[in-house]
């Protein structure tokens, strides 16, 4: 409820808010009510205050009313003075506006002068530009005038100053007079144009029809006209190039083309020259090319004489282009001699060439130099016509002389051992004893007959690179095959089947058994006695090999003429060298086209195969009567046939393609007695009546197939190799045989009587295998040249026998033959169960590798590899014990040790060409060992990568290329590499086919592979690098058989040899100046030089502890170390192969040796080593080029090979060889990513591998002729 305030506290209240405006600070004044009664007293208290204010007022103001007045004064004074300014600024005011009137008077007077200037300006320009329009005129009608006179120049000068005055009138160029004189001057340009081009054409005659030419000095128009007027004339009106190009094309067609094109009919029109005229007309008589030199020279001559320089030289230039090359291909082409008779004469017509370029340099003509560059090239072009023609000669002859057969006899004589009746090649046989590694410790058997096949061609060895069959000849027989390659052998090496003929040494059965059978080890042996054989059979041949000897002996001939007193000074004696280079290109010619030629006949490709080994052993021969020849003959060292005739490899070559060939034909054959056996469905139910019948047809067709293919051969091959081919083909019939048998689960009776007399069937065909002894009795020789036949005849026995005979037979020889596992599937087949049965097939292994899983309780199971006394367990226990002589009372050292990861595929980066070699830069590689301390971090690894292209690349593990290096400034010559190494984070080593180290500069930051140093010091290609950093030292091995040892440091190396420079012969210097660098690379010699070797060097490596020595392999069977000090040979280790590739394995004190024998051999190189080998390594099927060691275990290695693969080794995993040998075997094979899981070839475009490196990071990396570098894991156990 409201408070009650007194009237008077709200009088006070409300004059306080009116003076001064503040509200009641009580608050129950505030809030208090007015009610209408106490507003009277309020009233009465405003007006009370109001009453007092007033009296204030007039007390201040009687107080201050004498400054009141004195205001009120100054107050008027002011006002005064605004009212006289405001007068003023009404005045100035006036003034401004009187001012812009004048302003505007001003600008428009100066508007008006300024329009007066410019009317002036323009009147002056208009008169101007009249006057220039009135000389342009002018001139126009001075310039027709002139031209109307026969004032040509005159005339053209007038038309071109009028123009030129026509430019610089301007705007007024746009006018319409302007455009009139512009029409006149162009139609006086074009009248001008047309009265000289018609000068021209009176001056220039041709008249086509008569085939002449007229050339005048002078035609009479108005006045005389000078050719040098018009000449002049159409040179400023630029013209004189379109009709001197249709001179040239005229003078062409008119007289150079019947001159010098020979026609059809041998026609050849004469040139006839009448004054001012040149025609073509008649035929000449004299078709030398002397008189065609003399009558261009006429033809120069005439030109030179009638034409003016300013004429004559340019034209020059376009009638010499095409007389050179009508000359060239016409008339100085066939010039080239391609014999040695012609030599004189073309050694004539080359002299009077430089004559005639001479004659055109005394006219200052051009366009001769390619006539000039045809002399200088003359050696080359007449070295490339004898090519072609010898290969022309040899596509000629090879489809008349293959119809042409003869007979030809081989005689061989090689020491055997005489008590083992041509054993042969033990080594070979037992190469895949156990290759299988599995828990099971018997080996597995063999179902597929694919498998079977494709590792009979994979021992065939079917390579380029396959040396010699005559260097370490090793006799072979046909009844201890190879389980693999039974034919093959005989492919490999001509001797083989020869010294396997029974006529020679005969062999009791039960020896041969005794021996080895199907690939089981034998006991040791008493040493045989050695006896010298002489083998001589038969083969027939077509006449080809020998029309390709007549050639090649006839350009070894053509060298030695062509370096006679009487030639040695003709200019295309320099390059005789060249006609070495023939042999080898008729010989790959023949490769290429034989297929093609020999097809027709029935039994081609053993005729190709024939062929290329009568010709191998002729040019064998030859190079031999050679190497008599020489050591008499007065020729310089390098022109020697013995020296300058490399045909080993195209004899290799050629020998393996006969190999291909035979190989083809095997193939061929036994793919059609499959195709006959595969229509029998495995003799499933050969007893019902349907099937019975196609079982039938097969054997009946198969066994005539074979007679008929003996019917083929037999004209064709020798005796022995009629019966190893005959027996390998009836090998792949019974081994289908064989199988089909064993991969039936149920055979009864009844299809077991008929099984065995298909059987019979089938063993008829050893009929084919009798031979002759040397006491006129007949021999079964069956055993000997089938494969498995013996493994057939207890085939045979078995479906015919009981279980006592089957265990009788496995006691007495089955085990020989057949595996364990094979017996117990066809017992199972034949006999019911009983526990006869399950007595006869107790044949049961301990599980090694699940027992110790058992023992350590593994989660789950890891595959174990196990060593018994330090050797790979690959047998049964009981049979390890036996071969070993080991008695079962023996305590063992078992150790087993967790296999070798399988490497797997990671990645491949792929060339666009072959790569020849690949290195790894990580922290541990060689390379990242000797760079600094941390300097290469993970993920920082790099691969290197050598190719054919002749260019370096470093990839990332990602696949990206980080840097490439540019070709070197080789002037044209072959640049593809060969090797190259890392030697430091930032250099890389290189060599190849230009014979040249090279050192280079890698930059990661620029992306970059500069060369900074080049090492002379070979004469010919350059195999394999090897790299010391500590030492800072280079290895390189070569085909010139040398090792040269080099310093990467340009200050540390000597002068490089002269004599090997590019710029050392004229015809290099010429390519060099030809192709300058745009900088210039250091040259250095080699520090040393070893020699020793007798052939190409192919690898080389320094000792792995001491830097000063070093070991290099040579295709000539020799390992060497060396003393890199004193340049000396300290130790020589021959073996029975040439050698490819080379690594050390320092702990074991070993080096390791790739072979063209298709093996690994390692070596003890050690003086104190009494052995040459200390263990084979075996599973190539073509020579091994590559071989690196494991950086994580001290017995692993990886090799490359020209089968296409890759295989790693442990040197542990071994078995027995022949006598004492020991025979390690591949724990892991890698094959190929380009194949794409196809059927792996051992040979063939596509398949060599070249290099490979195992990097302890990144793992195996190879490369080869697929163009990818492969990436494989590289873990191990």
């Given at each position: 409820m409201p408070s009650q305030v007194s009237e008077k506290e709200l009088g006070a209240a409300i004059l306080q808010s009116v003076q001064h405006g503040s509200f009641p600070q009580s608050e129950h004044v505030a809030s208090a009510n007015v009610p209408s009664t106490a507003l009277p007293r309020l009233l009465e208290v405003l007006a009370k205050a109001r009453e007092e204010r007033k009296d204030e007022i007039r007390k201040v103001s009687r107080e201050a009313g004498d400054d009141v007045d004195g205001w009120t004064t100054q107050a008027r004074k002011l006002q005064d003075d605004i009212k006289r300014s405001q007068e003023t600024a009404q005045e100035i005011v006036q003034q401004a506006n009187a001012g812009k009137e004048y302003t505007a008077k001003v600008q428009d007077a100066?508007?008006?002068?300024?329009?007066?200037?410019?009317?002036?300006?323009?009147?002056?320009?208009?008169?101007?530009?009249?006057?220039?329009?009135?000389?342009?005129?002018?001139?126009?009608?001075?310039?027709?005038?002139?031209?109307?006179?026969?004032?040509?120049?005159?005339?053209?000068?007038?038309?071109?100053?009028?123009?030129?005055?026509?430019?610089?009138?301007?705007?007024?160029?746009?006018?319409?007079?302007?455009?009139?004189?512009?029409?006149?001057?162009?139609?006086?340009?074009?009248?001008?144009?047309?009265?000289?081009?018609?000068?021209?054409?009176?001056?220039?005659?041709?008249?086509?029809?008569?085939?002449?030419?007229?050339?005048?000095?002078?035609?009479?128009?108005?006045?005389?006209?000078?050719?040098?007027?018009?000449?002049?004339?159409?040179?400023?009106?630029?013209?004189?190039?379109?009709?001197?190009?249709?001179?040239?094309?005229?003078?062409?067609?008119?007289?150079?083309?019947?001159?010098?094109?020979?026609?059809?009919?041998?026609?050849?029109?004469?040139?006839?020259?009448?004054?001012d005229n040149i025609q073509s007309t008649g035929k000449i008589s004299d078709m030398s090319v002397r008189a065609t030199l003399e009558d261009i020279q006429v033809i120069g001559e005439y030109l030179s004489t009638r034409l003016p320089p300013a004429v004559a030289v340019p034209l020059s230039d376009k009638l010499l282009t095409i007389l050179s090359s009508r000359l060239i291909s016409n008339w100085l082409l066939p010039a080239v001699p391609l014999s040695t008779e012609g030599v004189l004469d073309f050694q004539d017509i080359l002299s009077l060439v430089l004559g005639l370029c001479e004659f055109f340099d005394e006219l200052e003509w051009t366009g001769q130099k390619r006539l000039s560059d045809w002399v200088d090239r003359s050696a080359q072009i007449w070295l490339s016509r004898r090519k072609e023609a010898a290969i022309a000669k040899v596509r000629s002859i090879m489809p008349r002389r293959v119809k042409d057969k003869k007979t030809v006899e081989r005689v061989e004589t090689q020491v055997i051992s005489k008590g083992d009746a041509m054993l042969g090649n033990q080594e070979e046989q037992d190469e895949d004893w156990g290759a299988d590694w599995g828990e099971e410790e018997e080996p597995t058997k063999q179902n597929s007959q694919e498998e079977i096949e494709e590792e009979d061609m994979s021992a065939w060895g079917a390579d380029d690179d396959e040396p010699p069959p005559e260097a370490n000849p090793e006799p072979k027989t046909?009844?201890?095959?190879?389980?693999?390659?039974?034919?093959?052998?005989?492919?490999?090496?001509?001797?083989?089947?020869?010294?396997?003929?029974?006529?020679?040494?005969?062999?009791?059965?039960?020896?041969?058994?005794?021996?080895?059978?199907?690939?089981?080890?034998?006991?040791?042996?008493?040493?045989?006695?050695?006896?010298?054989?002489?083998?001589?059979?038969?083969?027939?041949?077509?006449?080809?090999?020998?029309?390709?000897?007549?050639?090649?002996?006839?350009?070894?001939?053509?060298?030695?003429?062509?370096?006679?007193?009487?030639?040695?000074?003709?200019?295309?004696?320099?390059?005789?060298?060249?006609?070495?280079?023939?042999?080898?290109?008729?010989?790959?010619?023949?490769?290429?086209?034989?297929?093609?030629?020999?097809?027709?006949?029935?039994?081609?490709?053993?005729?190709?195969?024939?062929?290329?080994?009568?010709?191998?052993?002729?040019?064998?021969?030859?190079?031999?009567?050679?190497v008599e020849k020489d050591s008499t003959s007065k020729l310089p060292q390098y022109l020697r046939p013995s020296v300058r005739l490399k045909l080993e490899g195209d004899i290799e070559s050629l020998q393996s393609f006969g190999r291909r060939a035979y190989g083809r034909e095997m193939e061929l054959q036994r793919t059609i007695i499959r195709d006959f056996l595969d229509a029998a469905s495995g003799f499933q139910g050969c007893t019902t009546d349907h099937y019975a019948a196609e079982c039938d047809n097969a054997v009946a067709m198969t066994i005539d197939r074979l007679e008929d293919v003996k019917r083929q051969w037999k004209d064709v091959l020798s005796h022995s190799a009629l019966l190893q081919s005959l027996g390998s083909v009836v090998s792949t019939a019974i081994t289908k045989f064989i199988n089909d048998i064993e991969e039936l689960s149920d055979i009864g009776e009844d299809e077991s009587r008929k099984l065995h007399g298909y059987g019979k069937s089938l063993s008829s065909l050893g009929a084919h295998f009798q031979t002759e002894d040397e006491s006129g009795e007949m021999r079964d020789m069956a055993a000997m040249y089938v494969r498995n036949w013996m493994k057939f005849q207890y085939l045979l026995e078995i479906l015919e026998g009981s279980l006592a005979d089957i265990r009788y037979f496995w006691a007495n020889g089955l085990d020989l033959e057949m595996d364990a596992e094979e017996v117990v599937d066809l017992i199972k087949a034949l006999f019911a169960e009983s526990e006869h049965r399950r007595k006869a097939i107790a044949l049961r292994r301990i599980a090694l590798s699940s027992l110790v899983n058992n023992l350590l309780h593994t989660e789950k199971p890891i595959p174990f590899e196990f060593l018994v006394n330090g050797q790979f367990l690959r047998t049964s226990i009981e049979d390890f014990l036996t071969a070993n002589g080991i008695s079962a009372e023996t305590t063992l050292n078992v150790e087993y040790t967790r296999a070798l990861i399988p490497p797997l595929h990671v990645a491949s980066f792929e060339h666009d060409d072959w790569i020849s070699d690949v290195d790894v830069l990580s922290h541990t590689s060689p390379a990242g060992a000797w760079s600094k301390p941390g300097s290469i971090q993970s993920g920082q690894e790099r691969i290197l990568s050598a190719s054919y292209d002749g260019l370096l690349r470093v990839w990332n593990l990602s696949g990206d290329v980080i840097a490439t290096s540019t070709a070197p400034n080789n002037g044209g010559r072959i640049t593809s590499l060969k090797s190259a190494k890392w030697l430091s984070e930032t250099k890389i080593v290189a060599a190849g086919m230009?014979?040249?180290?090279?050192?280079?500069?890698?930059?990661?930051?620029?992306?970059?592979?500069?060369?900074?140093?080049?090492?002379?010091?070979?004469?010919?290609?350059?195999?394999?690098?090897?790299?010391?950093?500590?030492?800072?030292?280079?290895?390189?091995?070569?085909?010139?058989?040398?090792?040269?040892?080099?310093?990467?440091?340009?200050?540390?190396?000597?002068?490089?040899?002269?004599?090997?420079?590019?710029?050392?012969?004229?015809?290099?210097?010429?390519?060099?100046?030809?192709?300058?660098?745009?900088?210039?690379?250091?040259?250095?010699?080699?520090?040393?030089?070893?020699?020793?070797?007798?052939?190409?060097?192919?690898?080389?490596?320094?000792?792995?502890?001491?830097?000063?020595?070093?070991?290099?392999?040579?295709?000539?069977?020799?390992?060497?170390?060396?003393?890199?000090?004193?340049?000396?040979?300290?130790?020589?280790?021959?073996?029975?192969?040439?050698?490819?590739?080379?690594?050390?394995?320092?702990?074991?004190?070993?080096?390791?040796?790739?072979?063209?024998?298709?093996?690994?051999?390692l070596t003890d190189p050690r003086a104190t080593a009494t052995s040459i080998s200390a263990l084979t390594l075996r599973g190539h099927t073509n020579a091994v080029v590559a071989l690196d060691t494991d950086p994580g275990s001290e017995y692993g290695l990886v090799s490359g090979g020209h089968d296409g693969t890759v295989r790693i080794w442990d040197v542990r995993s071994v078995r027995s060889g022949v006598g004492e040998e020991r025979v390690g075997e591949a724990v892991y094979t890698i094959s190929r990513e380009s194949v794409g899981g196809s059927k792996v070839r051992s040979s063939g475009e596509g398949v060599k591998v070249f290099g490979v490196c195992w990097d302890g990071v990144v793992g195996v990396v190879s490369a080869g002729e697929d163009r990818r570098v492969q990436v494989n894991s590289g873990g191990g156990a």
């Open positions: 100066t508007a008006k002068v300024s329009f007066l200037y410019s009317e002036i300006a323009y009147n002056e320009s208009l008169v101007q530009i009249v006057e220039q329009m009135r000389d342009i005129s002018s001139l126009l009608e001075s310039a027709q005038e002139a031209a109307v006179n026969g004032h040509i120049i005159l005339a053209l000068d007038r038309v071109e100053d009028a123009n030129a005055t026509l430019k610089r009138i301007g705007a007024a160029e746009h006018t319409r007079v302007a455009s009139l004189l512009k029409s006149k001057a162009d139609q006086l340009r074009s009248a001008i144009i047309e009265n000289t081009s018609e000068l021209w054409n009176g001056l220039v005659v041709v008249d086509a029809t008569e085939r002449r030419i007229s050339l005048k000095e002078e035609v009479q128009r108005e006045s005389l006209v000078h050719i040098n007027t018009v000449v002049e004339a159409l040179t400023k009106l630029g013209k004189m190039e379109t009709l001197l190009s249709l001179l040239s094309r005229e003078f062409d067609d008119v007289i150079l083309s019947p001159r010098l094109t020979i026609k059809e009919d041998r026609i050849v029109s004469a040139i006839q020259i009448d004054g046909a009844d201890t095959e190879h389980e693999d390659d039974q034919e093959e052998d005989w492919g490999a090496d001509w001797g083989d089947e020869e010294e396997s003929k029974p006529t020679t040494v005969s062999q009791p059965a039960r020896q041969r058994e005794e021996n080895k059978s199907n690939g089981k080890p034998l006991a040791l042996q008493k040493a045989p006695k050695k006896q010298e054989v002489t083998l001589r059979e038969t083969y027939t041949v077509t006449a080809i090999p020998d029309s390709i000897m007549e050639i090649i002996i006839q350009v070894v001939l053509d060298v030695a003429t062509l370096n006679q007193p009487d030639l040695v000074g003709s200019a295309i004696a320099p390059a005789s060298g060249g006609l070495f280079a023939i042999p080898g290109q008729l010989l790959a010619m023949y490769r290429a086209t034989a297929a093609i030629y020999y097809s027709k006949d029935a039994a081609g490709n053993m005729l190709i195969y024939n062929d290329c080994t009568r010709l191998a052993d002729r040019l064998r021969k030859f190079l031999h009567e050679q230009d014979n040249v180290v090279r050192v280079y500069k890698y930059d990661e930051d620029s992306r970059s592979i500069q060369c900074n140093l080049e090492l002379y010091a070979h004469r010919w290609p350059i195999e394999n690098l090897a790299v010391h950093g500590p030492s800072n030292r280079i290895l390189s091995a070569s085909t010139d058989s040398t090792v040269s040892l080099f310093s990467p440091t340009s200050k540390d190396a000597p002068p490089a040899p002269p004599t090997l420079l590019p710029s050392s012969t004229p015809a290099s210097h010429k390519r060099q100046k030809l192709s300058k660098p745009d900088r210039t690379i250091p040259s250095r010699g080699p520090l040393a030089t070893l020699s020793g070797h007798t052939a190409p060097v192919s690898a080389t490596l320094f000792h792995p502890s001491d830097p000063t020595a070093a070991y290099s392999a040579s295709r000539d069977h020799a390992l060497k170390t060396w003393d890199l000090t004193t340049a000396a040979c300290v130790d020589t280790r021959t073996t029975s192969h040439a050698l490819l590739c080379l690594t050390a394995l320092p702990a074991l004190s070993l080096v390791a040796t790739g072979t063209a024998a298709r093996h690994i051999t």
